[in-house]
């Protein structure tokens, strides 16, 4: 039993890229929306949804072909070494089927580990393209959520402050790992603070 050859590798980015493009776009979005539900209402009529849409866009294209093609580029490394190693034990195929699934490699586990990271990311990216385009935004605040599964790298992050955008001592924004599930909050700049609605 042999590996997969390039070619079905190439061929399976072509098919992810796509959709995982698509599914971060909306992610973007999505996020981007509920960022501006933690705006002040003065702040979030001053958003620039169209910016919004196409930053989302070409990050989404940007991000999501290395995302899909380091997917891919990980699970084709496991496989050789664990085909390899089938191949020289003579072990039946059985057992070659269990250990991939018990490696978390195509299994549950990592799928997990991707979904978290991920959305963390979408999250924070989205938050950023709206913060971004409110132009009343200046910084962000690092969270974490506080409980026992929390590491010592995020734990010394909670309730640090960067300019929007900045990346928080060289971590860069969330998600700080895999598994990550810190978040940022926004911090108005001064004016806005300060302003009033027309109305009043």
């Known amino acids: 039993m042999a590996a997969p050859r390039r070619e079905w590798w190439e ?25 501006a539900r933690q705006l002040p209402a003065i702040a979030r009529y001053q958003i620039d949804w169209a910016l919004v849409n196409e930053a989302a866009w ?33 072990r039946p195929l059985d057992e070659l089927a269990g250990e991939l699934a018990r490696g978390g490699m195509f299994g549950p586990a990592r799928s997990q580990m991707i979904a978290v ?4 990311r979408a999250y924070a990216e989205g938050n950023r393209l709206a913060w971004q385009a409110s132009g009343v935004v200046d910084k962000e605040r690092w969270y974490t959520v506080v409980d026992e ?35 940022t909050t926004p911090i108005l700049t001064e004016a806005t603070l300060y302003a009033r609605p027309a109305s009043e």
């Open 149 to 183: 599964r929390v590491c010592p790298v995020c734990s010394a992050l909670h309730g640090q402050v960067d300019v929007l955008g900045g990346d928080f001592g060289g971590v860069g924004g969330p998600p700080a790992h895999p598994g990550c599930r810190c978040f």
């Open 117 to 120: 990271t991920e959305v963390t």
């Open 58 to 90: 070409r990050r989404s294209r940007e991000y999501g072909y290395e995302l899909v093609k380091g997917i891919c580029a990980t699970s084709e490394a496991f496989l050789r070494e664990a085909i390899s190693e089938w191949i020289d034990t003579g």
């Open 11 to 35: 061929e399976e980015l072509r098919l992810l890229a796509p959709i995982m493009q698509r599914h971060l776009r909306e992610g973007y979005m999505a996020a981007a929306e509920s960022a």
